[in-house]
């Protein structure tokens, strides 16, 4: 009875823990998402770091160029971006003209099917956009806010990544002092795992992103969309978006279709190329080029790409997978956090298949094991 009333205890607090830390982090996500970004993307140019020292560079020196290559290459996209958009921009006349067209043909069409006029529709639509007027300036409002911080984020980080690669032994210093009772192999273990996670899925992201934007281009260049590559490239980097980046990459191009194209079977076309692509992304190339290193619950992902979308925005979005991932390698280093860790794992086959698939699984397993053992057998005799 004692031992249920401890272990009771124990499950209380660590709940009552998990939703301080929780708190904590909401409260100073201002802080605290910056740091995370800085974390992760140092994990990513340490490997370039690691190289300029190898050829003989201090770590200063390795650490400020290996930052410096990044930022290029960042504001490179960037800049091809932009430049994209605005020449998109320049066609805007023709295109505002088309969707206008295809906007009165839509009302025309709904006033034919339920009876009505199309003044009476555009009425309740004003009347409609009126109402949500409060709705709009308030994401409006988020939007800015959310500009804002990524230009602090766009300071900050840098300069955070720089003393992260700078000082990484001395952070790899600090752990081992923190967990001083825990022997310094197990903490040197854990902290190379999460970061050969991280780096496998940083890295495996940016390969799944060049394949994506390569099929998307391909796909609407085939349907005769204007500015392919642009379109291709914009939706492969929503991809960072875990389910849905690549679908909402898939309505700008096919909303530019249908304003530009004579017949909406392009869009419909786009829609589609774009919905392969991302079957084939999360059923063979993520799993092929990421592998199995960070398997993680499907519907746990899920939950903690909603969860750090309602704690830190888009940000949180981001973050959620590599967060879990991180998090699912510390809670099975230690044994009261196991079962949670077991959680966050993927469930292999065991326990998804039927009674009958088991069965039939068992079978093959013990045919394989007496082959392997007459073979055995066999050699020994030879």
Known sequence: MQQTKDRSIRNSARLLMLVLIVLICYMLQSIIVPIIFSVILSVLLH?????????GFNRAFSSLTSLLIAI??????????????????????????????????????????????????????????????????????????????????????????????????????????????????????????????????????????GIVAVLNTVGLMILGIEYAWFFGILAAMLTIFPYIGIFIGSLIPALFALATKDSAWYALGVVLWFQLVQTLEGNFITPKIVGGKASLNPLVSLLSFFLGGMLFGIAGMILALPLLAMLKIIFDSMPQTAPYGFLLSEPDDSYILTEKQTKKRKLNENKKNQKESEKDSTDEID
Do not use: H
């Open 72 to 209: 290029l290459v960042l504001a490179g996209i960037g800049y091809l971006i932009v430049s994209q958009t605005i020449n998109i921009g320049q066609d805007a006349t023709d295109i505002v003209y088309k969707i206008k067209s295809l906007f009165m043909r839509i009302l025309e069409w709904v006033s034919d099917k339920f009876n009505m006029s199309t003044n009476d529709l555009i009425q309740r639509l004003e009347s409609e956009m009126g109402n949500s007027a409060a709705s709009i300036g308030g994401y409006a409002t988020s939007i800015i806010n959310s500009i804002g911080n990524s230009l602090a984020y766009g300071l900050l980080v840098p300069i955070m990544i720089f003393f992260f690669l700078y000082y990484r032994e001395f952070f790899r210093e600090f752990f081992f002092r923190v967990f001083s009772q825990t022997p310094q192999e197990k903490v040197e273990e854990v902290l190379s795992k999460i970061y050969e996670v991280l780096q496998n899925y940083l890295v495996g992201l940016i390969s799944v992103m």
């Open 47 to 55: 490997p370039l770091s690691d190289r300029f020292e190898k050829w």
